[in-house]
């Protein structure tokens, strides 16, 4: 009689186990960024926040459509390139994830944005900054950071306005943001009044920038500013101090204003000329900035960026828009994030028609004493 009644429990038990598992759904939501080549750092940076972000959303045992949900995190290396940035998010689409966390770089964003759009599944990126990326009016696409406008414009204020800067060199590494930035900071320099003495060309893979500097050096300007990113940056400000150019103001956006550059700079006091720009305001002045970074530098010590913040906002905004709409359907939940009023680590996030968010803030920031200090 004990054997059969603990035999009828055991199978009670398996029942209940088996109906919660039934009644369990699993929903992938995919990231996609360089996890190699010289941009890896951002990456990690990037998955770091949206594996944290999934892991705080199962923490909290979220219902939708009267299902138990337990997100998955589907993460895929773009390497920067385009061509493998749309195989990337062709890959999720075949996967059926339900969002999509990214990419970081706006030339496999902006690619990318067309692949998600004919397959019906949003992306949120928190990174990629060329306007371009919402031209095209696709009802999928949102970015929750300042675009280039206000970068490069907001950059060409402060050296004319400020600095009181008279002539500048361009410098850019050809790819979407690169050559964005930089454009958007030549128009409105130019506009109020600054000389434009010399624009030079290099590739987002290059090391050795001498003859580009030696080219710019004879022109005597005032500042260089640069459409690019840190693996390039560090070293460009390096051969600046060889050549003698300790003096020369140097400018970039978003892709030069990390952590990192300080280590890859090496010692040069050029790194005390920086003056860059992020989209977003700084870790101590986002709305829940302090306490998040106190948890990813626990969680991940030494690998924090720029963008973690904003790709745990934008998984959080993915699964906000999930709850309201009552599914995990991109077809039915879509529709809510333009609806979008989330209070976010790195603001209160609501977006324009277009995806674009509102009321973007920006942070100037310099480098002293080999540390990253906001100006603003």
């Known amino acids: 009689m004990q054997l059969k009644l603990k035999l009828t429990v055991v199978a009670a038990i398996a029942a209940i186990s088996s109906l919660a598992a039934a ?6 939501i995919g990231h996609v960024a360089p996890m190699s080549g010289p941009q890896a750092s951002y990456g990690k940076d990037n998955e770091n926040g949206a594996r944290m972000a999934v892991e705080d959303l199962n923490a909290q045992g979220i219902t939708i459509g009267g299902k138990k949900i337990k997100f998955e995190l589907m993460a895929e290396d773009d390497a920067a390139d385009p061509k493998q940035g749309t195989a990337a998010a ?25 692949v998600y759009n004919d397959c019906g599944i949003p992306h949120v990126t928190g990174a990629a900054t060329n306007p371009n990326l919402t031209k095209p009016g696709y009802k999928t696409t949102f ?5 280039d406008n206000a970068l490069g414009a907001g950059l060409a204020f402060y050296a004319v306005d400020t600095l009181k800067l008279k002539t500048v060199a361009i410098v850019d590494d050809r790819t979407a ?19 434009v003495v010399d624009e030079q060309f290099t590739t987002d893979k290059a090391t050795d920038f001498m003859a580009i500097l030696t080219a710019i050096k004879s022109k005597n300007p005032d500042a260089i500013f640069f459409g690019g990113m840190h693996p390039q940056a560090a070293p460009m400000l390096r051969q600046m101090e060889q050549l003698g150019m300790a003096n020369v103001k140097y400018f970039g956006g978003d ?12 010692g040069a006091k050029t790194l005390a000329n920086v003056i860059c720009a992020e ?41 906000d828009a999930m709850k309201r709409a009552n599914s995990v359907d991109p077809k039915v939940y879509t529709p809510e994030l333009l609806k979008a009023n989330f209070k976010g680590v790195t603001a209160n996030i609501s977006f324009e028609p277009n995806g674009e968010i ?18 603003n």
């Open 23 to 28: 009644q369990e759904q699993v929903v992938k």
């Open 90 to 114: 062709q890959k999720l689409c075949d996967a059926k994830v339900a969002g999509v966390v990214g990419h970081l770089n706006s030339g496999t964003t902006i690619p990318a944005s067309k």
């Open 143 to 147: 970015r929750i950071i300042a675009n």
């Open 177 to 195: 943001y690169g050559q964005g930035v930089a454009d958007v900071f030549k128009k409105t320099a130019a506009a109020k009044g600054m000389k």
């Open 255 to 266: 892709g030069i204003c990390t952590q990192e550059i300080i280590q890859l700079a090496a």
């Open 279 to 319: 989209g977003g305001s700084s870790i101590a002045k986002m709305p829940g900035g302090i306490e998040w970074k106190k948890r990813y530098d626990a969680k991940y010590p030494g690998q924090f960026q720029i963008y973690s913040p904003y790709t745990y906002d934008a998984t959080f905004l993915l699964v």
């Open 358 to 375: 509102k009321n973007p803030s920006m942070t100037l920031s310099v480098y002293k004493d080999g540390k990253k200090v906001a100006l």
